[in-house]
C-alpha cells in the first residue's frame, strides 16, 4: 500500500464546473496534510494547508479531512483554465520529520 | 531574489561521472528536504538536513548519494558514478521549522545522464 494515493487521472472538467480531488493515506498518526499545485516544468507551490477534520476554505478553494477515514480532498470551485495543473497530496508523517508526497492528480479545465 | 535557489537549472553528465546539485534555502529558513522526480511521476523523498545534520535520510540509496548541509554555504547533494537511472528532477524545499509539510521549493535542478 502507498503511504498516500491518488488517482492520477487525467480528469477533466469544463470551465466554470466543480473539480473534486481526493486522497488517501496510511499513517494513522499523520496530523498535517497539504496541497501542492504543479504546472509542467515547474515546481510544487503549497496552495492548502488544513489540520483539522472538516472543511476550510481558501478563495476557491476548500480543503476537506477526515481522519477516521485517513481521507483529505480539495475541491477548486468555478474551475478556469489555469487551474490545469497536477495537483500533489501531501501528509507529514508521525514524527513529523518528513512530508510524503502522493503521485498527484492531473485536472485539465476545458475552456 | 529571497526564495529557494537551486543551480546548475540543467546537467548533463555521463554514466560514471559525479553530478553536485546546490541548494540555498528562503532567508531565514534552517531545514533542507531534497526530492526526487521521475517524468509523470511524484516527488520521492530523499533526504531532510538541518545546518550541519542530517535528519533523515531514509529516502537516499544506499550507494553513490550522499547529501551535506554545511554552517556556511548551501547543501549540496552529492550524487557519485551516475548511471543513466539517476536521470530526473531533483527538487530542494526549505521551511521556517522542521514538523511542518508547509515547504518552499526551488526551481528543481534537471540530471540528463548520457
Known amino acids: 500500500q502507498k503511504e498516500v494515493e491518488q488517482n492520477s487521472g487525467p480528469l477533466s472538467v469544463p470551465e466554470g464546473a466543480i473539480a473534486s480531488l481526493n486522497c488517501t493515506y496510511s499513517d494513522r498518526g499523520s496530523q498535517s496534510f497539504f496541497w501542492y499545485r504543479q504546472y509542467s516544468g515547474k515546481s510544487p507551490e503549497l496552495i492548502m494547508s488544513?489540520?483539522?477534520?472538516g472543511d476550510k476554505e481558501d478563495g476557491r478553494f476548500t480543503a476537506q479531512l477526515n481522519k477516521a477515514s485517513q481521507y483529505v480532498s480539495l475541491l477548486i470551485r468555478d474551475s478556469q483554465p489555469s487551474d490545469s495543473a497536477t495537483y500533489l497530496c501531501a501528509v507529514v508523517n508521525t514524527g513529523g520529520f518528513k512530508t510524503i508526497f502522493g503521485a498527484g492528480t492531473r485536472l485539465f479545465v476545458k475552456a | 531574489n529571497a526564495g529557494v535557489m537551486q543551480n546548475p537549472r540543467h546537467l548533463v553528465r555521463r554514466r560514471g561521472q559525479e553530478a553536485r546539485l546546490r541548494c540555498s534555502p528562503m532567508?531565514?529558513?534552517?531545514?533542507v528536504y531534497w526530492y526526487r522526480q521521475l517524468p509523470e511521476e511524484g516527488l520521492k523523498f530523499m533526504v531532510y538536513l538541518q545546518k550541519e545534520n542530517i535528519i533523515d535520510e531514509s529516502g537516499m540509496p544506499k550507494e553513490r548519494f550522499s547529501a551535506e548541509f554545511p554552517k556556511e554555504g548551501p547543501s549540496i547533494l552529492r550524487i557519485q558514478q551516475v548511471v543513466r537511472g539517476d536521470s530526473a528532477a531533483y527538487f530542494c524545499?526549505?521551511?521556517?521549522?522542521?514538523?511542518?509539510?508547509?515547504?518552499?521549493f526551488g526551481e528543481g535542478s534537471r540530471l540528463t545522464v548520457l
Open positions: 524545499a526549505s521551511s521556517l521549522a522542521g514538523d511542518t509539510g508547509e515547504l518552499f
Open positions: 488544513i489540520y483539522s477534520n
Open positions: 532567508k531565514g529558513h534552517s531545514h
